[in-house]
Structures are given as C-alpha cells and as structure tokens.
C-alpha cells in the first residue's frame, strides 16, 4: 500500500517546486496554521496552485491541504509560499491555549460549555 507524497517520483516533485527543497526561512507555515484564499484561481495557474486557492475558499489547516493534495507537507508549504508571496492566500495561526504556562481562561471556558452540551 502506497503512502501519499511517499511514493511520488522525485523528478515530479523536483518539477513542482521549481527545483526548491524549502520554503523560505519567514514563511509562517506550520502544520497547523491556517491558510485562506484571497482570490479565485485564474487561468494559466499552475494545476496544485488551483487546487489549493479551491480548498482554502475556508480557513484550512497545512496538514489538511497536504492530505488532500496527496503530497508531502514540506511540498505544500513550499506551494503556500508562492501563493502566499503573490498575495494570492494569507496565513494566520490558531490563537495560542496556553499563555506563559496558564491555560487561556476563554478557551477553558468554550471547552466547558462544549463538555456540558453534550
């Protein structure tokens, strides 16, 4: 059985990225952060660049583009960077739990409200 983005030839991969085997240093992409289109695809895009802007219509984490483009994260992050760089997408990290070790008391508090509805 075939993993995703494990089993693509390295030549594939090569091509997608233009060569690249990192995004840049500042790009704020981690598994988690969560990437919005700013824009619809235009013509002439490149084919996983479309596919991204179409899933990103709502916030979507990089973990989630990459399992559903079936390519490896460090792949898709090097992606998000192009489209981030063109200002085609925007990047924004989950609001932190936990601040200087005590857990956000609005988070707690959703989390208990969530636990009594069910």
């Known amino acids: 059985m075939s993993r995703p983005g494990r089993d693509d030839a390295p030549d594939r991969l090569y091509t997608l990225t233009g ?8 790009t704020p992409f ?7 289109a700013e824009c619809d695809p ?3 895009m490149q084919s996983e660049h479309t596919a991204i802007l179409r899933l990103c219509a709502r916030p979507t984490a990089v973990v989630e583009v990459a399992a559903e483009l079936g390519l490896p994260v460090s792949i898709t992050r090097i992606l998000l960077s192009d489209l981030l760089a063109a200002g085609r997408v925007s990047a924004r990290h989950p609001r932190k739990a936990v601040h200087n070790g005590i857990p956000d008391p609005d988070i707690l508090e959703q989390v208990l ?6």
């Open 19 to 26: 060569g690249r085997s990192r995004s840049a240093p500042d």
């Open 30 to 36: 981690d598994l988690v952060t969560l990437v919005v």
């Open 42 to 44: 235009v013509p002439g």
């Open 113 to 118: 409200v969530g636990l009594r509805n069910l």
